[in-house]
C-alpha cells in the first residue's frame, strides 16, 4: 500500500537537523485528529503472522500489533517578554506561573496549540502562527539559523530571549480562554521561528521541545480526553498535566521503561549562547544559537534527547539471528516508529517493503519504505513490553549528538496506555507506561457528549476500508484502515467504563 502522509507534522530537531514527519488526516477535522494517514492507494498485502519460532516453549503466547499512527500531545503554548536582563546570563529560568508582560495582550486569548514533543531540541515557532503569540519582528535576530529536514534546507530565525509558558488542553475554559494559574514554562529563553510549512492543508503553529522538558514529569491520559474552542477551531487530545512529584501522577505503571538524557555532552540545564556586536560593544547581546540542552549556563549549548534501547527480530531466532539492539530516541512528536537503514539490514529485511509513505517535511517531500516487523521487545521494570508485526518507516536520521540514529520510539507503541514521563539529568529516568486503558475518544461527532449519536457515527462507516466512501478516519480508533469490530470493541468497552456510576 501506499501512505501519504500530509496533514498535521510530528518533529525531530537536532542542533541543526530539523525533520518533521507531516501525518494526514481529512481537510475538515479538528487538528486534534487530523494527524492521521490518508491513504491514496492500496496495494494488497496481508500482515506478516508473527513466526511460530519465536517461543518454542510458548507457542501459544501472542503479542498486541501496535497501529500505523499513536496519539498526538497537544497543548496550549503563550509568552511573555520575561528575561533575565543581565549581560551574559543565557540560562534558563523554570517557572511553575506565568510570569512577565505578554508579548500580544491578553495572553489568555493569544495563545496557541502547538505539540508537547519530545523530539525537538528547541521550543518553535511557525509562521504564521508566532503572530498570535506576539513573537514577531521586533522580537527576532537579523541573522538567519539554518535548519534541515527530510528533503532540504530552511533559514530560522532565532527569538530574543522571552517566556515560553505550555498547559494541557483541560486549562483552556469554555469560553476559550487560557487560565494561565494552569501554566508551567521557563523564561530567558531563545527559540526559532521557522517559516510556514508547504505541505497541502497542512499548519504547525509550535513546539514545546526539550528545553523545558527535560525538565518536567510530563503526564499523558489516553484514558481522558480533551476537548477545545478556540476560535471556532475543535482540538481534541489526551489529557496533560506537568506534575512536581511523580509519585502525585494518577498513572497506575504497570512498566517503566529506562531513559536517558543524552547529547555530546552532560546535561544540567538548558540555555542559548550571545555575544555582543564587535561594533557596538555596549549595546545588546544578541543570541547566536537558540536555547538547548546545556553542561552549565556559560557553556556551548549542545541539546540533547530521550534515548531508550529497543530490541527487533524479524524470522525464527537462532544464533545467526538473534535479537538486534537498537538505541532510538524517544519522541512524542513521531506519531510512528522509524529504523534507520542500517539496522533495517541488520534485520535482513527484504528488497520489497510491506508499504510506501510519501513523507512531507522541511524542505519538501520524500518516499520512505514502511515494514511490519515480527518481534519488538522493550525491557522495562516490572516485565517487558512486546509487540507482533509492528510497524516502522525506514529512514536516516541524525541525533543530537551529529552522528545517526538507530531509531525513532514514536507514540503508535504506546497508543492505548497513560503514560508519565520522569526524566532525570543526573540518574535514571523513566517512562511510566500503565497496563491497557479504555479508548478515550469515542465522542465521534465531537459534540461534547458521548450518546447514541456517536454509535450512529460508527454504524455509518462499518466496514468500510480507508479508499472507500464512507469510511471515516474518526471511527478508525486503530488507525489500521478499516472501519470493524476492533473499532466496534474498543467503542463498546469505553462506552461501559464512562457510563458506569
Same mark, same amino acid.
Given at each position: ?85 543581565? #549581560? ?19 495572553? $489568555?486569548? *493569544? ?10 531540541? &528547541?521550543?518553535?515557532?511557525?509562521? !504564521? ?52 494559574? @494552569? ?12 517559516? @510556514?510549512?508547504?505541505?497541502?492543508? @497542512? ?29 471556532? $477551531? ?10 512536581? #512529584? ?37 549595546? @545588546? ?36 539471528? !538473534? ?18 537503514? #542500517? ?22 517531500? &520524500? ?6 516487523? #515480527? ?69 465521534? *461527532? ?10 450512529? &457515527?460508527?454504524? *455509518? ?20 484502515? &478499516? ?19
Amino acid at each position: 500500500m501506499t501512505l501519504r502522509l500530509k496533514k498535521g507534522c510530528t518533529g525531530l530537531l537536532a542542533t541543526t537537523i530539523l525533520v518533521t514527519t507531516c501525518l494526514a488526516g481529512q481537510t475538515n477535522r479538528p487538528i486534534g485528529v487530523l494527524h492521521r494517514m490518508r491513504i491514496t492507494s492500496i496495494r494488497p498485502f496481508t500482515p506478516k503472522a508473527r513466526s511460530q519460532a519465536l517461543s518454542d516453549t510458548q507457542p501459544s503466547v501472542s503479542y498486541p500489533t501496535p497501529p500505523l499512527l499513536g496519539f498526538v500531545p497537544l497543548v496550549a503554548i503563550v509568552t511573555s517578554d520575561q528575561h533575565s536582563g543581565v #549581560d551574559f546570563d543565557f540560562e534558563h529560568k523554570l517557572v511553575n506561573w506565568y510570569t512577565g508582560n505578554p508579548l500580544k495582550g491578553p495572553a $489568555e486569548e *493569544n495563545f496557541l496549540i502547538g505539540l508537547l514533543d519530545t523530539g525537538s531540541q &528547541v521550543d518553535m515557532f511557525f509562521e !504564521p502562527a508566532n503572530l498570535r503569540v506576539g513573537v514577531t519582528e521586533s522580537y527576532l535576530v537579523s541573522t538567519p539559523f539554518p535548519v534541515g529536514g527530510v528533503a532540504g534546507t530552511i533559514e530560522t530565525q532565532i527569538t530574543m530571549p522571552i517566556g515560553i509558558f505550555a498547559a494541557g488542553l483541560a486549562a483552556i475554559g469554555p469560553d476559550g480562554r487560557l487560565d494561565l494559574a @494552569q501554566v508551567v514554562g521557563h523564561t530567558n529563553v531563545c527559540a526559532l521561528v521557522g517559516p @510556514q510549512s508547504e505541505c497541502e492543508d @497542512q499548519e504547525l503553529t509550535g513546539v514545546v521541545g526539550m528545553p523545558l522538558l527535560a525538565f518536567l514529569n510530563s503526564q499523558i491520559r489516553q484514558d481522558l480526553h480533551r476537548r477545545a474552542v478556540v476560535g471556532g $477551531e475543535v482540538y481534541v487530545g489526551p489529557d496533560i498535566r506537568f506534575i512536581a #512529584d511523580p509519585r502525585d501522577a494518577e498513572v497506575k505503571a504497570i512498566h517503566k521503561i529506562p531513559i536517558q538524557v543524552g547529547g555530546l555532552g552532560p546535561v544540567t540545564t538548558a540555555s542559548y549562547f550571545g555575544f555582543p556586536d564587535l561594533q557596538d560593544p555596549f549595546g @545588546q547581546i544578541e543570541p547566536w544559537t537558540p536555547t538547548l540542552l546545556s553542561m552549565f549556563g556559560l557553556s556551548l549549548p549542545t541539546g540533547g534527547a530521550f534515548y531508550t534501547d529497543i530490541g527487533l527480530l524479524e524470522g525464527p531466532p537462532s544464533p545467526i539471528n !538473534p535479537i538486534q539492539t537498537a538505541r532510538v530516541m524517544f519522541d512524542t512528536g513521531a506519531q510512528i516508529c522509524i529504523i534507520s537503514p #542500517d539496522v533495517a539490514a541488520r534485520l535482513s529485511l527484504p528488497l520489497e517493503p510491506d508499504f510506501t509513505a510519501t513523507i512531507c517535511g522541511i524542505g519538501g517531500s &520524500v518516499e520512505a519504505y514502511g515494514y511490519f516487523v #515480527d518481534y519488538v521487545r522493550i525491557n522495562a521494570l516490572g516485565g517487558p513490553m512486546e509487540f507482533a508485526n509492528a510497524p516502522f518507516l525506514v529512514l536516516d536520521i541524525q541525533g543530537p549528538d551529529g552522528g545517526p540514529l538507530d531509531g525513532i520510539l514514536g507514540t503508535n507503541l504506546l497508543w492505548n496506555r497513560n503514560i508519565l514521563i520522569e526524566p532525570s539529568t543526573t540518574g535514571s529516568g523513566f517512562i511510566h507506561v500503565s497496563g491497557p486503558v479504555s479508548y478515550a475518544y469515542i465522542d465521534l *461527532n465531537q459534540d461534547g457528549a458521548i450518546d447514541l449519536a456517536d454509535f450512529a &457515527v460508527l454504524a *455509518n462507516a462499518w466496514g468500510r476500508m480507508v479508499d472507500q466512501d464512507g469510511y471515516s478516519p474518526v471511527c478508525d480508533l486503530f488507525y489500521d484502515m &478499516v472501519i470493524d469490530y476492533k473499532d466496534l470493541s474498543a467503542f463498546a468497552s469505553s462506552w461501559k467504563v464512562r457510563s458506569a456510576p
